[in-house]
């Protein structure tokens, strides 16, 4: 993954890169992603997946490798179901991320 420069802008303003996320299941299906500061071990949530995000993000990444395959018009017609899958990953993740905060 990627590396995260975050800042624990809630408690010690602490700046450091995120390496990994961790990850804890909160019951059968949802999974709390997170990080937390290496200073004062506060804890920043990033995002929340269930069963069907995780098969969402599972199609999404089988999609990004079709796309390094394909060029033009079939590239532009992966492009559009990416940006619809990203948007119910999203979506989802907000319906969790209400659900379990409220
Ligand atoms: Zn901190």
Redesign the pocket.
């Known amino acids: 993954m990627e590396v995260i420069y975050a800042k624990?802008n809630k408690?010690?303003g602490?700046k450091f890169y995120v390496q990994s996320f961790k990850n804890v299941r909160l019951n059968h299906t949802i999974e709390k992603n997170y990080f937390t500061?290496p200073?004062?071990g506060?804890e920043y949530v990033c995002f929340y997946t269930d069963d069907n995000v995780r098969k969402l993000q599972a199609e999404l990444r089988k999609l990004y490798l079709e796309m390094r395959r394909v060029n033009g018009f079939q590239y532009r017609k992966l492009k559009k179901i990416e940006s619809a899958l990203k948007q119910s990953i999203f979506n989802s993740m907000t319906d969790i991320k209400n659900m379990v905060e409220r």
């Open positions: 624990c408690s010690c602490y500061c200073n004062c506060r």
